[in-house]
Protein backbone atom coordinates (compact mmCIF):
# COMPACT_ATOMS: atom_id res chain seq x y z
CA UNK A 1 0.00 0.00 0.00
CA UNK A 2 1.03 3.90 -0.88
CA UNK A 3 0.10 6.16 1.39
CA UNK A 4 0.17 10.37 0.79
CA UNK A 5 -1.12 12.22 3.36
CA UNK A 6 0.28 15.77 2.64
CA UNK A 7 0.86 16.35 6.77
CA UNK A 8 3.10 18.93 7.04
CA UNK A 9 0.54 20.83 5.23
CA UNK A 10 -1.60 20.38 8.29
CA UNK A 11 0.85 20.70 11.13
CA UNK A 12 1.63 24.57 9.82
CA UNK A 13 -1.59 25.88 10.37
CA UNK A 14 -1.09 24.47 14.05
CA UNK A 15 0.39 27.44 16.73
CA UNK A 16 4.21 26.94 16.28
CA UNK A 17 4.33 25.20 20.02
CA UNK A 18 2.38 22.38 18.91
CA UNK A 19 3.62 22.34 15.66
CA UNK A 20 7.13 21.67 16.84
CA UNK A 21 5.68 18.86 19.28
CA UNK A 22 4.04 16.86 16.53
CA UNK A 23 7.05 17.11 13.91
CA UNK A 24 9.18 15.46 16.68
CA UNK A 25 6.96 12.84 17.94
CA UNK A 26 7.55 9.50 17.35
CA UNK A 27 4.20 8.37 16.02
CA UNK A 28 3.48 11.59 14.01
CA UNK A 29 2.69 9.01 10.61
CA UNK A 30 -0.29 7.94 12.40
CA UNK A 31 -1.86 10.69 13.78
CA UNK A 32 -5.64 11.01 13.62
CA UNK A 33 -6.84 14.14 14.49
CA UNK A 34 -5.71 17.36 16.90
CA UNK A 35 -7.99 19.01 18.88
CA UNK A 36 -8.20 22.28 20.21
CA UNK A 37 -10.82 23.32 22.40
CA UNK A 38 -10.96 26.88 24.10
CA UNK A 39 -9.69 27.04 27.90
CA UNK A 40 -8.44 23.24 27.62
CA UNK A 41 -5.19 21.91 26.96
CA UNK A 42 -4.55 20.65 23.07
CA UNK A 43 -4.90 17.35 22.41
CA UNK A 44 -3.12 14.96 19.81
CA UNK A 45 -5.26 11.69 19.07
CA UNK A 46 -3.85 8.46 17.57
CA UNK A 47 -5.22 5.13 16.53
CA UNK A 48 -5.37 3.67 20.11
CA UNK A 49 -4.43 6.31 22.36
CA UNK A 50 -4.43 10.48 23.26
CA UNK A 51 -2.34 12.78 24.65
CA UNK A 52 -1.92 16.40 25.52
CA UNK A 53 0.25 18.45 24.00
CA UNK A 54 0.68 21.42 26.09
CA UNK A 55 -0.17 21.98 29.51
CA UNK A 56 -1.04 25.88 28.67
CA UNK A 57 -4.68 25.60 28.05
CA UNK A 58 -5.98 26.90 24.72
CA UNK A 59 -6.68 30.55 23.75
CA UNK A 60 -8.73 32.41 21.66
CA UNK A 61 -6.24 34.25 19.76
CA UNK A 62 -4.28 30.71 18.82
CA UNK A 63 -8.21 29.48 17.15
CA UNK A 64 -8.19 32.53 15.35
CA UNK A 65 -4.83 32.44 13.65
CA UNK A 66 -5.50 28.69 12.70
CA UNK A 67 -9.06 29.78 11.25
CA UNK A 68 -6.95 32.46 8.79
CA UNK A 69 -4.78 29.78 7.76
CA UNK A 70 -7.59 27.77 6.36
CA UNK A 71 -10.18 28.05 4.03
CA UNK A 72 -13.97 29.39 4.64
CA UNK A 73 -16.07 27.16 6.75
CA UNK A 74 -19.07 26.14 5.24
CA UNK A 75 -22.82 25.36 5.98
CA UNK A 76 -21.60 22.15 7.38
CA UNK A 77 -18.95 23.96 9.77
CA UNK A 78 -16.01 22.19 8.03
CA UNK A 79 -13.22 23.75 5.69
CA UNK A 80 -10.08 22.26 4.13
CA UNK A 81 -6.45 22.89 3.08
CA UNK A 82 -6.26 23.56 -0.59
CA UNK A 83 -5.11 20.54 -2.56
CA UNK A 84 -5.20 17.89 0.62
CA UNK A 85 -7.50 16.00 1.69
CA UNK A 86 -7.43 17.50 5.53
CA UNK A 87 -10.43 18.39 6.71
CA UNK A 88 -10.94 21.37 9.93
CA UNK A 89 -14.20 21.46 11.02
CA UNK A 90 -15.03 23.87 13.81
CA UNK A 91 -17.69 24.24 16.60
CA UNK A 92 -19.25 27.46 17.60
CA UNK A 93 -20.60 29.31 20.70
CA UNK A 94 -24.40 30.43 20.82
CA UNK A 95 -23.58 33.42 19.06
CA UNK A 96 -21.50 31.81 15.89
CA UNK A 97 -18.14 32.40 17.29
CA UNK A 98 -15.70 29.62 16.86
CA UNK A 99 -14.37 28.32 20.09
CA UNK A 100 -13.25 24.71 19.38
CA UNK A 101 -11.55 23.14 16.51
CA UNK A 102 -11.02 19.01 15.16
CA UNK A 103 -8.06 19.50 12.76
CA UNK A 104 -8.23 16.01 10.60
CA UNK A 105 -5.75 14.14 8.88
CA UNK A 106 -6.88 13.24 5.59
CA UNK A 107 -4.67 10.27 3.96
CA UNK A 108 -4.84 9.26 0.37
CA UNK A 109 -3.97 4.97 0.42
CA UNK A 110 -3.50 3.20 -2.70
CA UNK A 111 -4.37 -0.08 -2.52
CA UNK A 112 -7.08 -0.08 0.27
CA UNK A 113 -9.43 -2.07 -2.16
CA UNK A 114 -7.85 -4.84 -2.99
CA UNK A 115 -10.40 -7.01 -0.47
CA UNK A 116 -13.36 -5.98 -2.71
CA UNK A 117 -11.83 -5.22 -5.96
CA UNK A 118 -13.81 -8.59 -7.65
CA UNK A 119 -17.05 -6.91 -6.74
CA UNK A 120 -16.22 -3.55 -7.54
CA UNK A 121 -15.45 -4.61 -11.15
CA UNK A 122 -19.02 -6.57 -11.58
CA UNK A 123 -20.83 -3.24 -12.41
CA UNK A 124 -23.12 -3.38 -8.97
CA UNK A 125 -23.82 -1.18 -6.69
CA UNK A 126 -21.95 -0.71 -3.09
CA UNK A 127 -22.46 0.36 0.02
CA UNK A 128 -20.04 0.80 2.76
CA UNK A 129 -21.06 0.74 6.03
CA UNK A 130 -18.65 1.32 9.44
CA UNK A 131 -18.06 3.38 12.24
CA UNK A 132 -16.57 7.00 11.87
CA UNK A 133 -12.29 6.82 11.64
CA UNK A 134 -12.74 3.14 9.99
CA UNK A 135 -11.70 4.32 6.56
CA UNK A 136 -14.97 4.66 4.40
CA UNK A 137 -13.70 8.07 2.95
CA UNK A 138 -10.65 7.01 2.09
CA UNK A 139 -12.35 3.76 0.76
CA UNK A 140 -14.45 5.45 -1.08
CA UNK A 141 -11.67 7.61 -2.64
CA UNK A 142 -9.79 4.34 -3.85
CA UNK A 143 -12.75 3.13 -5.17
CA UNK A 144 -13.09 6.00 -7.66
CA UNK A 145 -9.64 5.91 -8.40
CA UNK A 146 -9.54 2.24 -10.15
CA UNK A 147 -12.84 2.95 -11.64
CA UNK A 148 -11.89 5.52 -13.49
CA UNK A 149 -8.40 5.03 -14.44
CA UNK A 150 -7.75 1.14 -14.87
CA UNK A 151 -11.57 0.38 -15.15
CA UNK A 152 -11.64 3.52 -17.92
CA UNK A 153 -15.27 4.37 -16.65
CA UNK A 154 -17.17 7.92 -16.66
CA UNK A 155 -16.79 8.47 -12.80
CA UNK A 156 -18.09 11.68 -10.83
CA UNK A 157 -18.21 12.21 -7.22
CA UNK A 158 -20.34 14.20 -5.35
CA UNK A 159 -17.80 15.94 -3.17
CA UNK A 160 -20.34 17.53 -0.07
CA UNK A 161 -17.76 18.70 2.21
CA UNK A 162 -14.65 18.54 -0.11
CA UNK A 163 -13.19 15.45 2.27
CA UNK A 164 -12.84 12.89 -1.08
CA UNK A 165 -10.98 15.00 -3.79
CA UNK A 166 -9.76 17.75 -1.10
CA UNK A 167 -10.51 21.38 -0.88
CA UNK A 168 -10.11 23.91 -3.48
CA UNK A 169 -10.81 24.09 -6.95
CA UNK A 170 -8.82 21.39 -8.45
CA UNK A 171 -9.37 17.95 -7.11
CA UNK A 172 -6.65 16.03 -5.91
CA UNK A 173 -4.41 13.46 -7.57
CA UNK A 174 -5.90 10.43 -5.28
CA UNK A 175 -9.28 10.53 -7.06
CA UNK A 176 -7.48 10.32 -10.69
CA UNK A 177 -9.39 10.92 -13.71
CA UNK A 178 -12.90 11.14 -11.82
CA UNK A 179 -13.99 13.99 -11.87
CA UNK A 180 -15.49 15.96 -8.63
CA UNK A 181 -18.85 18.27 -8.21
CA UNK A 182 -18.77 19.95 -5.19
CA UNK A 183 -21.99 21.22 -3.39
CA UNK A 184 -22.65 24.78 -2.26
CA UNK A 185 -24.90 23.38 0.54
CA UNK A 186 -25.52 20.25 2.24
CA UNK A 187 -29.16 20.02 2.41
CA UNK A 188 -29.09 20.60 -1.22
CA UNK A 189 -26.82 17.14 -1.67
CA UNK A 190 -29.99 15.30 -3.32
CA UNK A 191 -30.05 18.05 -6.17
CA UNK A 192 -26.50 18.05 -6.98
CA UNK A 193 -26.64 14.00 -7.33
CA UNK A 194 -29.65 14.20 -10.12
CA UNK A 195 -28.12 17.50 -11.66
CA UNK A 196 -24.64 14.73 -12.40
CA UNK A 197 -26.98 12.36 -13.76
CA UNK A 198 -28.84 14.91 -16.50
CA UNK A 199 -25.93 17.12 -17.14
CA UNK A 200 -22.82 15.09 -17.55
CA UNK A 201 -23.26 11.20 -18.21
CA UNK A 202 -21.88 9.50 -15.45
CA UNK A 203 -21.50 5.46 -15.52
CA UNK A 204 -20.55 5.59 -11.57
CA UNK A 205 -22.01 7.80 -8.98
CA UNK A 206 -19.49 8.07 -5.81
CA UNK A 207 -21.39 9.74 -2.65
CA UNK A 208 -20.17 9.96 0.88
CA UNK A 209 -22.54 10.41 3.58
CA UNK A 210 -25.83 9.49 2.16
CA UNK A 211 -27.81 10.66 5.57
CA UNK A 212 -30.99 12.00 4.44
CA UNK A 213 -34.32 10.16 3.28
CA UNK A 214 -34.00 12.66 0.12
CA UNK A 215 -30.51 11.71 -0.43
CA UNK A 216 -32.09 7.80 -0.27
CA UNK A 217 -35.25 9.02 -2.93
CA UNK A 218 -32.24 10.39 -4.98
CA UNK A 219 -29.66 7.39 -5.03
CA UNK A 220 -32.35 5.00 -6.06
CA UNK A 221 -33.48 7.14 -8.86
CA UNK A 222 -29.64 7.15 -9.81
CA UNK A 223 -30.00 3.69 -9.54
CA UNK A 224 -33.08 2.99 -11.28
CA UNK A 225 -31.48 4.62 -14.41
CA UNK A 226 -28.96 2.19 -14.94
CA UNK A 227 -25.70 4.02 -13.14
CA UNK A 228 -23.39 2.54 -10.71
CA UNK A 229 -23.36 3.94 -7.14
CA UNK A 230 -20.58 3.31 -4.45
CA UNK A 231 -21.85 5.51 -1.31
CA UNK A 232 -21.20 5.55 2.10
CA UNK A 233 -24.48 5.16 4.61
CA UNK A 234 -24.42 5.84 9.10
CA UNK A 235 -24.68 2.76 10.82
CA UNK A 236 -22.47 -0.36 11.53
CA UNK A 237 -24.56 -3.11 9.66
CA UNK A 238 -27.14 -3.84 7.48
CA UNK A 239 -29.56 -3.99 10.93
CA UNK A 240 -29.28 -0.25 11.44
CA UNK A 241 -30.32 0.36 8.30
CA UNK A 242 -33.52 -1.80 8.28
CA UNK A 243 -34.15 -0.18 11.63
CA UNK A 244 -33.73 3.41 10.45
CA UNK A 245 -37.22 4.90 8.51
CA UNK A 246 -35.08 7.35 6.80
CA UNK A 247 -32.55 5.22 4.79
CA UNK A 248 -33.89 1.76 5.05
CA UNK A 249 -35.33 2.22 1.49
CA UNK A 250 -31.32 2.01 0.61
CA UNK A 251 -32.15 -2.19 1.22
CA UNK A 252 -35.38 -1.89 -0.45
CA UNK A 253 -37.73 -0.34 2.26
CA UNK A 254 -40.18 -2.07 4.79
CA UNK A 255 -43.54 -2.51 5.14
CA UNK A 256 -46.60 -4.64 7.01
CA UNK A 257 -47.55 -7.65 5.73
CA UNK A 258 -51.11 -9.30 6.31
CA UNK A 259 -50.32 -12.99 5.57
CA UNK A 260 -53.49 -15.26 4.55
CA UNK A 261 -53.86 -18.62 7.02
CA UNK A 262 -52.78 -20.45 4.71
CA UNK A 263 -49.37 -19.01 4.22
CA UNK A 264 -48.99 -18.18 8.35
CA UNK A 265 -49.32 -21.57 8.91
CA UNK A 266 -46.97 -22.49 6.23
CA UNK A 267 -44.57 -20.18 7.64
CA UNK A 268 -45.26 -21.06 11.19
CA UNK A 269 -45.16 -17.15 11.75
CA UNK A 270 -47.76 -14.68 13.10
CA UNK A 271 -50.71 -12.94 10.00
CA UNK A 272 -48.85 -9.75 9.98
CA UNK A 273 -44.97 -9.66 9.01
CA UNK A 274 -42.40 -7.13 7.97
CA UNK A 275 -41.38 -8.11 4.54
CA UNK A 276 -38.76 -5.63 2.15
CA UNK A 277 -40.77 -3.37 -0.27
CA UNK A 278 -38.43 -2.99 -2.97
CA UNK A 279 -35.36 -4.19 -4.63
CA UNK A 280 -32.79 -2.86 -3.02
CA UNK A 281 -30.85 0.52 -4.18
CA UNK A 282 -27.55 -1.39 -3.48
CA UNK A 283 -27.22 -4.95 -4.64
CA UNK A 284 -24.22 -5.25 -2.50
CA UNK A 285 -22.96 -3.87 0.97
CA UNK A 286 -19.57 -3.82 3.33
CA UNK A 287 -19.53 -3.57 6.67
CA UNK A 288 -15.90 -2.08 7.57
CA UNK A 289 -15.70 -3.74 11.20
CA UNK A 290 -12.12 -2.73 11.09
CA UNK A 291 -9.81 -2.07 8.88
CA UNK A 292 -8.18 -5.00 7.71
CA UNK A 293 -11.84 -6.95 8.36
CA UNK A 294 -14.32 -6.32 5.95
CA UNK A 295 -17.85 -8.52 6.19
CA UNK A 296 -19.47 -9.01 2.47
CA UNK A 297 -23.14 -9.22 1.73
CA UNK A 298 -23.32 -10.11 -1.95
CA UNK A 299 -27.02 -10.14 -2.59
CA UNK A 300 -28.42 -7.27 0.67
CA UNK A 301 -31.95 -8.32 -1.07
CA UNK A 302 -30.96 -12.18 0.55
CA UNK A 303 -30.17 -10.71 3.66
CA UNK A 304 -32.70 -8.09 4.17
CA UNK A 305 -35.19 -10.98 3.46
CA UNK A 306 -33.78 -13.35 5.78
CA UNK A 307 -33.67 -11.07 8.30
CA UNK A 308 -36.73 -9.98 8.20
CA UNK A 309 -37.69 -13.66 9.08
CA UNK A 310 -35.69 -13.94 11.73
CA UNK A 311 -33.03 -16.09 10.21
CA UNK A 312 -29.28 -15.05 10.29
CA UNK A 313 -27.78 -14.36 6.62
CA UNK A 314 -24.29 -15.84 5.74
CA UNK A 315 -22.12 -13.10 4.95
CA UNK A 316 -18.41 -13.44 3.55
CA UNK A 317 -15.36 -12.33 5.80
CA UNK A 318 -12.55 -11.13 4.21
CA UNK A 319 -9.24 -10.54 6.00
CA UNK A 320 -6.18 -8.75 4.53
CA UNK A 321 -3.17 -9.70 6.16
CA UNK A 322 -0.02 -7.26 6.94
CA UNK A 323 1.82 -9.15 3.55
CA UNK A 324 -1.74 -7.95 1.84
CA UNK A 325 -2.96 -11.34 1.17
CA UNK A 326 -6.70 -11.90 1.13
CA UNK A 327 -8.35 -14.40 2.62
CA UNK A 328 -11.98 -15.13 2.64
CA UNK A 329 -14.53 -17.32 4.75
CA UNK A 330 -18.27 -17.65 5.40
CA UNK A 331 -19.61 -18.34 8.24
CA UNK A 332 -23.07 -19.79 8.80
CA UNK A 333 -24.19 -17.83 11.52
CA UNK A 334 -26.99 -20.34 13.43
CA UNK A 335 -26.00 -20.46 17.43
CA UNK A 336 -26.16 -24.17 19.35
CA UNK A 337 -28.14 -24.59 22.25
CA UNK A 338 -24.86 -23.90 24.59
CA UNK A 339 -24.67 -20.11 22.87
CA UNK A 340 -22.07 -20.44 20.62
CA UNK A 341 -21.02 -19.83 16.75
CA UNK A 342 -20.97 -23.05 15.19
CA UNK A 343 -18.50 -24.06 12.20
CA UNK A 344 -16.90 -21.89 9.54
CA UNK A 345 -16.12 -22.89 6.33
CA UNK A 346 -13.06 -20.77 4.89
CA UNK A 347 -13.61 -20.97 1.32
CA UNK A 348 -9.75 -19.92 1.02
CA UNK A 349 -8.91 -23.48 2.03
CA UNK A 350 -8.43 -26.02 -0.78
CA UNK A 351 -10.33 -29.46 0.26
CA UNK A 352 -8.29 -31.58 2.74
CA UNK A 353 -8.97 -34.72 1.39
CA UNK A 354 -9.64 -36.09 -2.24
CA UNK A 355 -13.36 -36.84 -2.78
CA UNK A 356 -13.56 -40.75 -3.01
CA UNK A 357 -16.41 -42.81 -3.23
CA UNK A 358 -19.87 -41.57 -4.10
CA UNK A 359 -18.11 -38.04 -4.19
CA UNK A 360 -15.99 -38.77 -6.79
CA UNK A 361 -18.92 -39.63 -9.32
CA UNK A 362 -21.58 -37.48 -7.27
CA UNK A 363 -23.89 -40.49 -6.99
CA UNK A 364 -25.48 -41.93 -3.90
CA UNK A 365 -25.62 -45.59 -4.62
CA UNK A 366 -28.16 -47.69 -2.60
CA UNK A 367 -27.22 -49.89 0.59
CA UNK A 368 -26.88 -53.59 -0.70
CA UNK A 369 -29.84 -55.91 1.43
CA UNK A 370 -28.45 -57.58 4.56
CA UNK A 371 -28.46 -61.14 3.91
CA UNK A 372 -31.50 -62.95 5.75
CA UNK A 373 -29.67 -65.25 8.45
CA UNK A 374 -27.23 -62.19 9.51
CA UNK A 375 -28.09 -61.63 12.64
CA UNK A 376 -28.80 -58.49 14.73
CA UNK A 377 -25.69 -57.26 16.28
CA UNK A 378 -25.13 -55.35 19.32
CA UNK A 379 -23.07 -52.06 19.43
CA UNK A 380 -20.70 -54.63 21.81
CA UNK A 381 -20.37 -57.15 19.12
CA UNK A 382 -20.31 -54.95 15.72
CA UNK A 383 -17.21 -53.09 17.53
CA UNK A 384 -15.40 -56.45 18.41
CA UNK A 385 -15.84 -57.67 14.65
CA UNK A 386 -14.48 -54.27 12.83
CA UNK A 387 -11.56 -54.65 15.92
CA UNK A 388 -10.61 -57.95 14.66
CA UNK A 389 -10.88 -57.05 10.98
CA UNK A 390 -8.27 -54.59 12.21
CA UNK A 391 -6.27 -56.87 13.81
CA UNK A 392 -5.58 -59.12 10.85
CA UNK A 393 -5.76 -56.78 8.00
CA UNK A 394 -2.21 -56.37 7.69
CA UNK A 395 -2.00 -59.55 7.22
CA UNK A 396 -3.86 -59.69 3.95
CA UNK A 397 -3.09 -56.12 2.82
CA UNK A 398 -3.23 -55.74 -0.80
CA UNK A 399 -1.59 -52.26 -2.31
CA UNK A 400 -3.25 -52.70 -5.49
CA UNK A 401 -7.06 -53.04 -3.74
CA UNK A 402 -8.79 -50.23 -2.85
CA UNK A 403 -10.67 -50.08 0.15
CA UNK A 404 -14.36 -49.43 0.42
CA UNK A 405 -14.60 -48.82 4.00
CA UNK A 406 -17.98 -46.42 4.13
CA UNK A 407 -21.47 -47.00 2.77
CA UNK A 408 -21.40 -45.32 0.18
CA UNK A 409 -17.69 -45.91 -0.90
CA UNK A 410 -16.11 -43.21 1.85
CA UNK A 411 -12.81 -44.21 3.26
CA UNK A 412 -12.90 -44.56 7.41
CA UNK A 413 -12.98 -42.33 8.77
CA UNK A 414 -16.21 -40.93 8.42
CA UNK A 415 -15.46 -37.07 8.46
CA UNK A 416 -18.83 -35.19 9.27
CA UNK A 417 -19.55 -31.16 9.31
CA UNK A 418 -21.92 -30.74 11.95
CA UNK A 419 -24.66 -27.87 11.54
CA UNK A 420 -26.89 -26.89 14.82
CA UNK A 421 -25.68 -29.85 17.01
CA UNK A 422 -23.83 -29.67 19.95
CA UNK A 423 -20.20 -30.53 19.08
CA UNK A 424 -19.79 -31.51 22.87
CA UNK A 425 -22.41 -33.94 22.69
CA UNK A 426 -21.12 -35.34 19.41
CA UNK A 427 -17.68 -35.66 20.82
CA UNK A 428 -18.99 -37.38 23.81
CA UNK A 429 -20.63 -39.88 21.77
CA UNK A 430 -17.86 -40.37 19.49
CA UNK A 431 -15.16 -40.66 22.44
CA UNK A 432 -17.56 -43.22 24.28
CA UNK A 433 -18.68 -45.68 21.78
CA UNK A 434 -15.27 -45.15 19.50
CA UNK A 435 -17.09 -44.17 16.15
CA UNK A 436 -14.42 -43.79 13.05
CA UNK A 437 -15.94 -40.19 12.75
CA UNK A 438 -13.68 -37.17 12.83
CA UNK A 439 -15.61 -33.59 13.17
CA UNK A 440 -14.41 -31.39 10.69
CA UNK A 441 -15.10 -27.43 10.16
CA UNK A 442 -14.76 -27.55 6.25
CA UNK A 443 -17.56 -28.18 4.26
CA UNK A 444 -15.46 -29.18 1.05
CA UNK A 445 -13.88 -31.99 3.08
CA UNK A 446 -17.22 -33.66 4.61
CA UNK A 447 -18.67 -36.92 3.58
CA UNK A 448 -21.43 -36.16 5.55
CA UNK A 449 -23.75 -33.06 7.17
CA UNK A 450 -25.34 -33.87 10.48
CA UNK A 451 -27.75 -31.13 11.06
CA UNK A 452 -31.18 -30.11 13.33
CA UNK A 453 -33.93 -30.57 11.24
CA UNK A 454 -35.38 -26.94 12.32
CA UNK A 455 -31.89 -25.39 11.51
CA UNK A 456 -32.08 -27.36 7.89
CA UNK A 457 -35.44 -25.92 6.86
CA UNK A 458 -34.99 -22.51 8.23
CA UNK A 459 -31.14 -22.46 6.07
CA UNK A 460 -31.78 -22.20 2.19
CA UNK A 461 -27.90 -21.25 1.91
CA UNK A 462 -26.94 -24.55 3.78
CA UNK A 463 -29.13 -26.69 1.32
CA UNK A 464 -27.73 -25.09 -1.71
CA UNK A 465 -23.90 -25.11 -0.44
CA UNK A 466 -24.74 -29.14 0.41
CA UNK A 467 -25.96 -29.17 -3.17
CA UNK A 468 -23.10 -27.72 -5.31
CA UNK A 469 -20.74 -29.92 -2.98
CA UNK A 470 -23.33 -33.44 -3.30
CA UNK A 471 -22.38 -33.56 0.38
CA UNK A 472 -25.67 -35.53 2.06
CA UNK A 473 -28.13 -33.62 4.78
CA UNK A 474 -28.71 -36.22 7.58
CA UNK A 475 -30.79 -35.00 9.93
CA UNK A 476 -32.04 -35.42 13.72
CA UNK A 477 -35.32 -33.90 15.69
CA UNK A 478 -33.04 -32.93 18.46
CA UNK A 479 -29.41 -32.20 19.72
CA UNK A 480 -29.84 -35.39 23.02
CA UNK A 481 -27.81 -38.29 23.17
CA UNK A 482 -30.62 -40.85 21.62
CA UNK A 483 -30.77 -38.67 18.70
CA UNK A 484 -26.92 -38.11 17.77
CA UNK A 485 -26.26 -42.29 18.66
CA UNK A 486 -28.96 -42.98 15.68
CA UNK A 487 -28.14 -40.12 13.47
CA UNK A 488 -24.03 -41.51 13.55
CA UNK A 489 -25.16 -45.08 13.75
CA UNK A 490 -27.28 -44.50 10.17
CA UNK A 491 -24.60 -42.47 8.58
CA UNK A 492 -22.20 -45.39 9.54
CA UNK A 493 -24.76 -48.36 8.42
CA UNK A 494 -24.48 -50.18 11.88
CA UNK A 495 -27.76 -51.31 13.37
CA UNK A 496 -29.03 -50.12 16.98
CA UNK A 497 -28.34 -52.72 19.22
CA UNK A 498 -31.71 -54.13 20.71
CA UNK A 499 -30.22 -53.98 24.44
CA UNK A 500 -28.05 -51.08 25.38
CA UNK A 501 -24.62 -52.08 26.56
CA UNK A 502 -22.45 -50.51 29.27
CA UNK A 503 -20.69 -47.98 27.18
CA UNK A 504 -24.29 -46.26 25.97
CA UNK A 505 -25.35 -46.02 29.35
CA UNK A 506 -21.48 -43.97 30.22
CA UNK A 507 -23.11 -41.58 27.96
CA UNK A 508 -25.85 -40.80 30.61
CA UNK A 509 -23.39 -40.96 33.23
CA UNK A 510 -20.77 -38.98 31.57
CA UNK A 511 -19.68 -36.48 35.12
CA UNK A 512 -22.80 -36.86 36.40
CA UNK A 513 -23.23 -35.98 40.25
CA UNK A 514 -24.38 -38.69 42.36
CA UNK A 515 -27.78 -37.71 42.56
CA UNK A 516 -27.77 -37.98 38.86
CA UNK A 517 -26.25 -41.36 38.27
CA UNK A 518 -28.60 -42.51 41.02
CA UNK A 519 -31.75 -41.67 39.20
CA UNK A 520 -30.52 -42.50 36.32
CA UNK A 521 -29.78 -46.15 37.41
CA UNK A 522 -33.34 -46.39 38.51
CA UNK A 523 -34.61 -45.58 35.54
CA UNK A 524 -32.32 -48.18 34.10
CA UNK A 525 -33.63 -50.82 36.02
CA UNK A 526 -36.99 -50.11 36.12
CA UNK A 527 -37.27 -50.93 32.43
CA UNK A 528 -34.88 -53.86 31.97
CA UNK A 529 -36.67 -55.29 35.07
CA UNK A 530 -40.36 -54.05 34.88
CA UNK A 531 -41.25 -52.09 31.58
CA UNK A 532 -39.67 -54.73 29.19
CA UNK A 533 -39.88 -57.98 30.36
CA UNK A 534 -43.25 -57.86 32.38
CA UNK A 535 -44.89 -55.01 29.93
CA UNK A 536 -46.05 -52.87 32.88
CA UNK A 537 -45.64 -48.85 33.56
CA UNK A 538 -43.03 -47.71 36.37
CA UNK A 539 -43.37 -44.50 38.25
CA UNK A 540 -40.13 -43.06 39.33
CA UNK A 541 -39.49 -40.88 42.63
CA UNK A 542 -39.61 -37.14 42.59
CA UNK A 543 -36.88 -35.44 40.80
CA UNK A 544 -35.31 -31.87 39.83
CA UNK A 545 -36.12 -31.02 36.17
CA UNK A 546 -32.66 -31.33 35.55
CA UNK A 547 -32.46 -34.87 36.25
CA UNK A 548 -35.73 -35.69 34.67
CA UNK A 549 -34.92 -34.48 31.70
CA UNK A 550 -32.02 -36.96 32.04
CA UNK A 551 -33.86 -39.77 32.67
CA UNK A 552 -36.44 -38.67 29.67
CA UNK A 553 -33.31 -39.21 27.20
CA UNK A 554 -32.33 -42.69 28.85
CA UNK A 555 -35.84 -44.13 28.00
CA UNK A 556 -35.50 -42.76 24.84
CA UNK A 557 -33.08 -44.28 23.83
CA UNK A 558 -34.63 -47.83 24.54
CA UNK A 559 -37.30 -46.40 22.58
CA UNK A 560 -39.90 -45.87 25.36
CA UNK A 561 -42.51 -43.25 25.74
CA UNK A 562 -41.86 -41.65 29.24
CA UNK A 563 -43.92 -38.49 30.53
CA UNK A 564 -43.77 -36.30 33.60
CA UNK A 565 -46.52 -35.75 36.03
CA UNK A 566 -47.61 -34.56 39.46
CA UNK A 567 -46.91 -31.19 40.67
CA UNK A 568 -43.05 -29.76 42.13
CA UNK A 569 -41.78 -30.73 43.89
CA UNK A 570 -43.11 -33.92 43.95
CA UNK A 571 -42.95 -34.32 39.64
CA UNK A 572 -41.77 -37.28 38.69
CA UNK A 573 -41.28 -39.55 35.60
CA UNK A 574 -44.18 -42.25 34.28
CA UNK A 575 -42.56 -44.84 31.91
CA UNK A 576 -44.99 -46.49 29.79
CA UNK A 577 -44.17 -50.15 27.55
CA UNK A 578 -43.62 -50.14 24.07
Excluded at 168 to 186: F, K, T
Excluded at 253 to 268: F, K, M, N, S, Y
Excluded at 414 to 437: A, C, D, F, K, M
Amino acid sequence: MTITDDLQKLLDILPQDLRQVLENHPKRDSLVEVVLDLGRRPEARFPNQAEYLSEIPVSQEQIDDCIQRVGTFGGDNRAGIEQTLHRISAIRNRTGKIIGLTCRVGRAIFGTIGMIRDLVETGKSILMLGRPGVGKTTALREIARVLADELNKRVVIIDTSNEIAGDGDVAHPAIGRARRMQVAHPELQHQVMIEAVENHMPEVIVIDEIGTELEALAARTIAERGVQLVGTAHGNQIENLIKNPTLSDLVGGIQAVTLGDDEARRRGSQKTVLERKAPPTFEIAVEMLERQRWVVHESVADTVDNLLRGRQPSPQTRIVDDQGKVSISRQLSVVNGRGGHLAVADESVPPARQPNGWRSSGQMVALPPLPVERERVTGRSEFDRLLDESFNYSESIDFNATRQAGPNGEDLPLHIYPYGVSRHQLEQVINVLTLPVVLTKDIDSADAILALRSHVKNHAKLRQMAKARHVPIHMIKSSTIPQITRGLRRLLNIDDPEIADDRELQLFLHSGSDDEIDALEEARLAVEQIVIPKGQPVELLPRSPQVRKMQHELVEHYRLKSHSFGEEPNRRLRIYPA
